[in-house]
């Protein structure tokens, strides 16, 4: 057995040589330098190897100087007690978040079968008073839009909305230019416009082709929604859909507003595509917005502004919001802004793990007298449109607030709400109408089988 040196005595050499032997002597250096103890400078660690170790790796090298552990140890100790402090609150965060999953699942799993066991039983209706099927089924659609809107209300994500009132011109037809940053635009717009009387049920979206197969797709296709196609090589054949889809559904359906993202897709997706396209051609150059397209916006002016005699539209004036004339009217130029440039995706509206957010909504209103129809002159007037939105998101960006408008002083915003009532309504038509169609479909199938 060894027996173990006592501390502070050194430990013995592993293969020392003979008391009689003389240091070793380098031809060049002298004499070895006799061996230093370990020790610790500052807060980093060296070692100096006892000369008696033969090893090549430690008697003819010596090691860099080696970060000390206790400072690392230190910082890795922090991390861990602002993680255990987190740790409650990440918890919550996921139980929220699966809870609000499974409420959305439940909600949609109730909702539109309803809608559409609703649709089926009222197709008698349709054949006998038209307008009043379509008023029923677009009171259902904005139900269902609305309980999409209080998903994300209940997670706090609420809207301002700045710019003209639109209130005004609910009742006549309009079409609503937005801009385009991720798929929360579509929820902003469900929950902004829940207010605006019956513009939600009237109401034509054109979106992606990709949504007609999400679990909402089957809803859009009964209400008349059109689902574009993107790409080059679909865009003639598209925009002649469009135009058909227009002359079948728009106005037989009593449709009122339609929504359109000129912009063609995501910012995120599209700027860097614009910018060099903008370049190219000499056009602005845009970082908050992407330059639009006109090809559909040309299709439905084309299609839905009356004509007069004399050839001139028949729109509206801004001082007689209540003129009763036919056709589209308005062009509603809407700019969607999110604090720090940050949109809200469908997947946060749903889960609602991110913090409360105010998204701002600006409205800007154009008679349709003033929008030329022609090609060129629609481009100019689309790309002016969309340099505007890019100097109100700057200058939002910047200041948190939009610009006033032409002839005031101040910027007035107005909060948006929704009635807890009218989504505690909504919500319990739709499970009981759930449950009342289980039943009934539960109780034919046992008397068939």
């Known amino acids: 057995m060894t027996a173990t040196p006592r501390r502070g005595t050194p430990a013995p050499a592993l293969r020392s040589r003979p008391p009689s032997a003389p240091a070793e002597v380098s031809p060049a250096r002298g004499p070895r330098p006799p061996p230093r103890p370990f020790h610790i400078r500052g807060n980093r660690c060296r070692l100096h190897w006892l000369p008696a170790l033969r090893s090549p790796l430690l008697c003819s090298f010596h090691h860099p100087p080696l970060p000390c552990p206790l400072k690392d140890r230190t910082e890795s100790n922090v991390r861990m007690a602002m993680t255990l402090e987190e740790a409650p609150w990440l918890g919550w965060l996921l139980v929220k978040a699966l809870m609000r999953f499974a409420f959305m699942v439940v909600n949609n799993l109730v909702a539109i079968p309803s809608y559409i066991c609703y649709v089926i039983i009222l197709q008698p209706l349709r054949v006998l008073d038209s307008k009043r099927f379509w008023y029923i089924e677009g009171i259902m659609y904005k139900w269902l839009l609305g309980m999409v809107a209080s998903w994300g209300w209940y997670a706090g994500y609420t809207v301002m909305e700045w710019g003209e009132d639109i209130k005004a011109v609910s009742k006549d037809e309009a079409v609503m230019l937005v801009n385009h940053q991720a798929t929360g635009d579509v929820c ?22 990709i949504f007609k197969y999400t679990n909402f797709g089957i809803v859009s296709l009964v209400h008349g929604d059109f689902f574009i196609r993107q790409g080059r090589s679909y865009r003639d054949q598209q925009l002649l859909l469009l135009k058909k889809h227009l002359e079948n559904n728009y106005r037989s359906r009593d449709r009122k507003w339609i929504v359109l993202f000129p912009e063609g897709g995501f910012l995120r997706k599209r700027r860097e595509t614009s910018q060099a396209f903008a370049k190219k051609n000499n056009l602005p150059f845009l970082t908050n917005v992407t330059l639009p397209r006109s090809g559909a916006t040309k299709v439905i002016l084309n299609a839905l502004v009356a004509q007069q005699k004399n050839g001139s539209p028949a729109g509206g004036d801004a001082k007689e919001l209540d003129s009763k004339s036919k056709g589209l009217q308005w062009i509603i130029d809407t700019t969607i802004a999110y604090p720090k440039a940050e949109p809200i995706d469908i997947q946060t509206w749903i ?20 929008v030329p129809l022609e090609t060129d002159d629609l481009t100019t007037w689309l790309y002016q449109r969309f ?55 539960q109780y034919f199938y046992h008397c068939l089988f």
């Not at 902003?188 to 082709?209: E, I, R, S």
């Not at 505007?388 to 948190?400: P, R």
């Not at 107005?414 to 009218?422: K, V």
Request: proline letters at 4%; glycine letters at 6%; aromatic letters at 14%.
């Open 351 to 370: 889960l609602g793990y991110r913090k409360p957010t105010v998204t701002h909504v600006h409205y800007r209103i154009f008679p349709i007298k003033d």
């Open 188 to 209: 902003t717009l469900m929950m902004c416009l829940q207010d605006k009387g019956l513009v939600v049920a009237q109401m034509m979206w054109l979106m992606d082709h």
């Open 387 to 441: 340099v505007e939105k890019e100097d109100l998101l700057s200058h939002f960006y910047e200041t948190g607030a939009f610009p006033p408008s032409k002839g005031h002083k101040e910027a007035v915003s107005r909060e948006m709400t929704l009635s807890n009532l009218w989504i505690f309504l909504i919500q319990s038509f739709a499970f009981l109408s759930g449950y009342m169609w289980y039943n009934i479909i």
